[in-house]
Every structure is written in C-alpha cells, then in structure tokens.
DNA sequence: TTTGAAAATTGGCCTAA
DNA sequence: TTAGGCCAATTTTCAAA
C-alpha cells in the first residue's frame, strides 16, 4: 500500500469502469503494473467491489430514507441481520450515537415505506424504535 | 425504461465493471443492445456513474461517521455547500427527521475527526448542533 | 516490463418493428 | 424512428516469459 495505490484508488473512486490502460497512462506507468496493483487491492479486502451510481428516483424509488434503529441489546444482531435480508434496505450500519442500527432504505413512494416500515420490518422481533430520515437530495 | 433496463442497472449495482458482452449473455441479448441501452441510462442520468467501494480502515481512515448538522434555516443551503468542499467529507444529503443535512464524514482516527468537527466544519457558519454518528461496520 | 493471443469495445451500417 | 443485430477496426485485458 504506498501512494501509487492511494492514486489508484481514488482514481477507481471518481470512474470505476476507467479502463487498466487509461488509469495507466495517468500516472505514467505500465497497464499490467496498475492490473496487479487492482489485483491486489481486491484481494486484500481494499476494494471491495463497483457499482453503479443510480438515481434511484429515476427508477422509481421515490423515497430514499436513512433509518436509524433502537434495538433490544441482545437482539442487536439478529436484527441486523434480519434487517439485511430486505430487498428494498440497501445498505445496513451498526453505529454509535443515537441508534445502534442505520439502514438505507428504498421505497416507490410513501405508502410503500410506511407499509414497509410499519407491517414488515418493524415487525422484526427486538426492535425498539425507527426513526426515519427521509433524504430529500443528495448533494455529494 | 423498461424490465431489460431494471435488470441491466441491478447487474450494474452488484458489478460495476462488468462487461457488455458478459452482460448480454446473461440476459441472453446482443453487445450492442446492452451498450445502446446503457448509454441511454448515463445519458438520462439513470446511472450517474460507476464507483469503487473502498474499506476506509484499510487506508487508514478509522473512522467514518454519520453526522447530522442542524443549521439556521436561512444558511441551511450554504451549510450543505459549504460542507461539500471539505474533501473528507464524502457525501452530503439534505433531509427530513433529525437533522437538515446529513453527511458523511471520513477521518484518520479519531483525534483527527474531532479537528475537523471542532475547528474546521464546526467553524462553517449557522450550523447550530452536530450530531456525529460513528459507524462500527458496514453489514450490507 | 514486454509480448502476443484472446476478449471487449467502438462505430458504422443494416434490418425489422 | 427506434431498438436490435452484425461486422470490422481498434483497444483492452490477461497470462506467460
């Protein structure tokens, strides 16, 4: 791991189909050298994967809400857990600070999260509380 | 937009470096009817790009945190604005619940996040409360 | 790092709906 | 007119030396 990495890696941040070649060619060094560098670095856990950047409005999910969740302190995991296996939660945290959990969930419009929230995922065992935030914008 | 397309954006999310080709086959179509119908998503800002998901501990930023920010309702937009220009800050939302905006926040260790918060962020003016939330892990 | 073969990308062109 | 398919040139990927 040495600054020729960090490049790479914030390079694969900004374009993750930026082509071996092309981040190459930026920081004046060999295609097959910056292949085994990415190498490497997915093998080490560094780079954990790509996606792709979608607006989700855009298709449909017209509520985007980061949610935080209070659990019963023994059911922390299994909630998580629980909570891992929706569809519609795409990213789940464990945090310090107000709630234990924090989850990103998606949602085609208010209806659909309200039933979401309050027939389905609250119905999982050990949850204490949710509080929602929806998302208005992102900026960055 | 269509079923092709929703299923051409999930391939996308879970691999975003994924080929065309191997694209096509999956859904059992052509190269060039992926790479047509791909381009039309960037184009209409469906697919607002293609990142790497980097492990931040892995590059020595221990901590990363989701930070709430309360601000005076008038300086609310150049808050956020504000906000977007520090480079650790990694991502900015404004949103509903809580707190106005929401970011996220990446540091070296914790000395160097209460720097920021206190001395550098803190400083932007009408914010009015911080609310930091550190994140353990990311399970999802 | 270099090299060469295999694979993917790209642009143009054609057909069909 | 639009989406999909086909082809040929170029570029990229990938493994072995």
């Known amino acids: 791991m040495d600054e020729k990495d960090l490049k790479i890696i914030e390079i694969l941040m900004k374009d993750g189909r930026k082509s071996y070649t092309d981040?190459?060619?930026e920081l004046g060094t060999s295609e097959s050298s910056i292949r085994k560098r990415v190498k490497k670095l997915e093998e080490e856990g560094v780079i954990k994967g790509y996606t792709a950047i979608i607006d989700p409005s855009k298709i449909g999910y017209n509520v985007v809400a980061l949610?935080?969740?209070?659990?019963?302190?023994?059911?922390?995991?299994?909630?998580?857990?629980?909570?891992?296996k929706f569809e519609e939660v795409k990213?789940?945290?464990?945090?310090?600070?107000?709630h234990m959990i924090m989850a990103e969930i998606w949602a085609k419009n208010g209806k659909e999260f309200s039933d979401l929230i309050f027939?389905?995922?609250?119905?999982?065992?050990?949850?204490?509380k949710i509080c929602p935030a929806i998302i208005l914008e992102q900026i960055k």
Chains 1, 2 share one sequence.
């Open 67 to 84: 949610t935080g969740f209070d659990t019963e302190p023994d059911k922390f995991l299994s909630v998580a857990h629980e909570l891992c």
């Open 91 to 98: 990213k789940v945290f464990t945090s310090t600070g107000d």
């Open 23 to 25: 981040i190459a060619r």
């Open 119 to 128: 027939n389905k995922i609250g119905k999982i065992d050990g949850i204490k």
